[in-house]
C-alpha cells in the first residue's frame, strides 16, 4: 500500500511478481489506459492461467489416485476382517467345529497360504507382495486357480478365488444371521 499526497492509498506489486502482472494490475485498478478487451487481458495472464489450471488438474489427479488407493485399502481390510470373524472361531455361540469343517475349511487353509508362508527352510516368510495379490484376486473373484494344502501337507485343493469368494461370504451370511449382535 503507497499512499501519495493525501490521494487514498494504492496497492501497488511487489518485486516478487512479473511485469505482466504489474501492468495487468496497472490497467485494472485504472493506472494505466483501460484495457480494451480480454485479448488484452489474455495476453497478460493468459501463459499463468493455463498453468494454474494445468497445476489444479494434476493435484485432482494426485486427490483421485490417492482416493483410489484408500478404496482399495477398504476393500481389503473388509475382506481381512470377514476372514478373521469366521477362521477358527471357538466362542460357543455355534458347534465348536463350525470353522474347521466344508467351506470354512477352505477359508482356513486359505487363510494360512496368505498368511502363513514358509520358504524352504520352514521360515516364515513376511512378504506383502503376496498378501495383497492374493487379498486383491480374491476381492475380484478372479477366476484364477491356487493350490491350499492342510497343515499337515497330507491333502490339497485346487480352487479358483471366486470359490473362496463365495465360501467367505456364505459363511460370513451363516454368521451374521446366528448372532443378534451384528450391525
Not at 16 to 32: A, I, T, V
Not at 80 to 101: H, Q, V
Not at 155 to 180: G, M, N
Request: glycine letters at 4%.
Amino acid at each position: 500500500m503507497v499512499s501519495i499526497h493525501s490521494q487514498p492509498p494504492v496497492v501497488v506489486p511487489g518485486p516478487r511478481f512479473s511485469p505482466e502482472f504489474k501492468e495487468l494490475f496497472g490497467y485494472l485498478n485504472h493506472q494505466l489506459t483501460p484495457v480494451v478487451s480480454v485479448e488484452d487481458i489474455l495476453r497478460f495472464a493468459g501463459s499463468r492461467v493455463l498453468a494454474e489450471l494445468d497445476a489444479t488438474r494434476r493435484e485432482a489427479d494426485l486427490v483421485v489416485d490417492n482416493l483410489r488407493l484408500e478404496m482399495a485399502n477398504g476393500r481389503l481390510v473388509r475382506i481381512l476382517c470377514k476372514i478373521n470373524f469366521i477362521a477358527e472361531r471357538s466362542d460357543g455361540l455355534m458347534d465348536p467345529e463350525w470353522s474347521e469343517t466344508g467351506d470354512r475349511y477352505l477359508i482356513k487353509l486359505f487363510r494360512d497360504y496368505v498368511f502363513h508362508t514358509v520358504d524352504s527352510n520352514g521360515k516364515p516368510v513376511a512378504d506383502m507382495a503376496h498378501v495383497i495379490g492374493n487379498l486383491n484376486r480374491l476381492d475380484a473373484g478372479s477366476h484364477d486357480k491356487v493350490m491350499l494344502m492342510s497343515r499337515d501337507e497330507k491333502s490339497c485343493l485346487v480352487v479358483s478365488y471366486a470359490e473362496i469368494k463365495r465360501c467367505i461370504e456364505d459363511a460370513y451370511q451363516e454368521l451374521r444371521s446366528s448372532t443378534r449382535n451384528w450391525n
